[in-house]
């Protein structure tokens, strides 16, 4: 139906485009013009129409007067996965909005609307949500921790609808502690995502459980996100899928800045001799912020029915001559681990839901 929407036949006239385009008031205002066999020929906005007119075009004049026929688009048949989000990444720069899927005949397959979805990465993720939030009781009690709400929204929901707006469709959640509520809670698509749940028959540490989210046969470079759910965070995914694939990682990581300041002056020594002293120093360091960037072989090759923490799976890697990259956060990221964290997370959503709210 997007599709139909945004599109508009070389015959019709510039009037008949401009009332097209008027139905789209409120989105993104764009059509793509075809011929008999649906082919596409150009684009075309308002403002190609008032410029048509502007050079003394009528209304009554065909739209292939004023169609851009330099629009960008992606190929189907020849880009590369990598080469389609590098191509959309480009074009949002451009202030591009509405982007043509073209199939190697020049056909229409598919419209991506880069206000809705901002990328296309072609990774699935699986999701974390075993543990049992013992921090925060008695809040879950009878709730697993990532269906506990933030602003009317389950914290679980928020890292849904952000994957889904990186282009991420298939997406797993793992499942232990009060596994059913979480399957019942996903029974409906969330950020329009069909979300798969598995739920572990056994502790499997806090990435072992990943494997139950991969499909027999995948491409073992594919990768794979793979995250806490019980995270808030506005890190950029499109930016550590980027970097994943630049830097040909086997793993990455994304990590946060973590500031330690001692009240005391800190010696230097070499056995028994002081070789410096520093007054109250601040060391910082990049601590682990529960979101990676796995290649599918690396999961696939985890032993079956074995506990296996993330930290361990990351060492493993290293010392088997691994390519092991961090990529830190740039923006949002709380670990809802204690009532402090929940409540300092209920208080930042509320600050950002009234900031929208204000500027709407």
């Not at 026929?69 to 590098?86: A, G, L, W």
Request: charge should be negative; proline fraction near 4%.
């Amino acid at each position: 139906m997007k599709k139909y929407r945004h599109t508009v036949h070389e015959s019709a006239t510039l009037l008949q485009a401009l009332e097209k385009l008027n139905k789209l008031s409120g989105g993104t205002m764009a059509l793509f013009v075809v011929d008999g066999e649906e082919r596409v020929k150009g684009s075309l906005t308002d403002g190609d129409v008032r410029r048509a007119l502007l050079n003394g075009h009528s209304m009554d004049d065909a739209v292939a007067v004023a169609m851009n026929t330099s629009f960008r688009y992606v190929d189907s048949n020849t880009d590369s996965p990598h080469e389609i989000v590098s191509k959309l990444r480009e074009m949002r720069a451009c202030g591009i909005s509405m982007v043509p899927v073209l199939d190697r005949n020049r056909v229409l397959a598919d419209i991506i609307d880069l206000n809705v979805t901002a990328t296309r990465l072609p990774v699935k993720a699986i999701l974390m949500a075993g543990g049992k939030g013992e921090r925060l009781r008695p809040m879950t009690l009878t709730v697993p921790k990532p269906l506990l709400e933030i602003e009317n929204k389950a914290i679980i929901d928020y890292n849904v609808e952000a994957l889904a707006r990186a282009g991420v469709t298939d997406i797993t959640v793992i499942t232990r502690y009060l596994a059913e509520k979480i399957h019942a809670h996903f029974r409906h698509p969330v950020g329009g995502v069909n979300v798969k749940c598995i739920e572990e028959t056994q502790p499997l540490g806090t990435i072992g459980g990943a494997a139950l989210g991969l499909t027999a046969g995948e491409d073992d470079a594919r990768a794979v996100i793979v995250m806490n759910s019980d995270l808030l965070t506005t890190i950029s995914f499109e930016d550590m899928y980027m970097r994943h694939i630049d830097e040909h990682a086997d793993i990455t990581v994304a990590v946060i800045p973590y500031t330690l300041s001692v009240p005391y002056a800190i010696l230097a020594t070499e056995h028994n001799k002081v070789s410096g002293i520093e007054e109250k120093p601040t060391y910082t360091y990049f601590a682990n912020a529960g979101i990676y960037m796995i290649n599918n072989g690396i999961l696939a090759s985890m032993p079956d029915g074995k506990i296996i923490d993330a930290t361990d799976l990351i060492a493993d890697v290293i010392s088997h001559g691994g390519k092991v990259v961090c990529h830190p956060v740039d923006g949002t990221w709380i670990d809802i681990g204690s009532p402090a964290d929940f409540q300092r997370a209920s208080e930042m959503m509320r600050h950002h839901r009234n900031l929208t709210r204000r500027r709407q």
